[in-house]
């Protein structure tokens, strides 16, 4: 079954998605720029690992095209967690820094990191586990107040106090089926606050058995991504204490820790089955689209789809997670669009010769022969 969902927006934004759409398979023979933004904190280590270089679009035949195609594949970046007799033990740093944004912005961001020495991310490291195992989650608070911290899905209870600055907290729960997660900051005083500077990250939990994203036939896959969709509104950044919520709106929209032309773009190869893992950390829900290829949706919230069903767009909810397989036909083009197809790919609405620049949500899935 295929369904094409028109996006939950008013006609003048629906319109301005259609005209984004075409925008942006015009693009396919443009390919974006590669390089990741420069920040004065660490560039997100899931836009980092994603991609090596955007593939060429013709490679050899054989052994040797069979290692482009492995070279090129799409992984999920690496972990700071580490098993141990079945226990999977992470820590994260709830850290200051700031962003770098298109356009010469700056912005302060709350992130975590994986290391004390390391600066903060957007989105948090990647949270790694196989369902069954115990995972224990360490979180050492270097901001200038608590935190805690929040598991959606997971049986740990809400931590309302967390750990004050300069203390640390552990959190442990059993991960007992697979699937795409989220985690973000807690339900302490500030935690809404948090979240929105950027306190989030993926959690995902592999199958113990069987394979692909649920460990049935239907989720099979051979890459996969991870796609955290995040926002910004410069004016919260620059006062997250004492700016009113109520006025907050995010001017800049982020894949991955970065808003386009500096997203990365989605290596996968002719004839694959690629998972994307949506995490929306956001505020907002996403609808989130191709242009050029379908995606079906296998899952949500971490929990499998009885019946797997197929669209171009779908909508990510705020908080939400989804997963969805593309199946990369033979012959497709080198480069298929990925896009939020409400509004929110531009940049604090840039424009140029009248015209506003395609930005934020926005990135390619490059494909290999």
Known sequence: ???????????????????????ATVLLTQPPATAQPSLTTRSSATAKSAVTALPAATA????????TRASTAAALPSSPCTPN???????????TGTLALPGGVTVPIWGYAAAAGDP???????????????????????????????????????????AAPGASRTYEFTATRPGTFRYEAGLTGGG??????????????????????????????????????????????????TYPMSRYRPRYWLINGAAYPDTAPIPTAQGHRLLLRYVNAGLEDHPMSLAGAYQSVVGADGREAGHPY????????????????????????????????????????????????????????????
């Open 310 to 369: 197929t669209v171009l767009s779908e909508t990510v909810i705020a908080g939400g997670t989804m997963d969805a397989v593309v199946a990369v036909p033979p012959g497709a083009p080198p480069l298929i669009p990925l896009f939020e197809a409400a509004r929110h790919i531009d940049n604090a609405g840039h424009v140029t010769a009248g015209t506003v620049d395609l930005g934020g949500m926005l990135t390619f899935i490059a494909v290999t022969p």
């Open 85 to 95: 007799a079945g226990v999977r033990a992470c820590e994260l740093w709830a850290k």
């Open 60 to 67: 050899g035949s054989g052994a040797a095209a069979e290692r």
């Open 192 to 241: 809404p606050r948090q979240v929105a500077m950027g306190l989030a990250g993926a959690l995902v939990v592999r199958p113990a058995s069987g394979g692909g994203a649920y460990g049935t036939p239907t989720t099979a896959f051979d890459d996969e991504a991870l796609v955290v969709l995040q926002g910004i509104d410069p004016a919260f950044n620059a006062a997250p204490s």
């Open 120 to 162: 903060p991310s957007l989105p948090g490291p990647l949270l790694l586990a196989t369902a069954g195992e115990t995972v224990r989650v360490t979180v050492h608070n270097m901001l200038g107040e608590a935190t805690s911290l929040g598991l959606p899905e997971q049986d740990v209870p809400p931590d309302t106090t967390g």
């Open 1 to 23: 079954m295929f369904l094409m969902r028109a996006p939950h927006a008013s006609a003048r934004r629906f319109a301005l998605a259609c005209g984004a759409l075409t925008t």
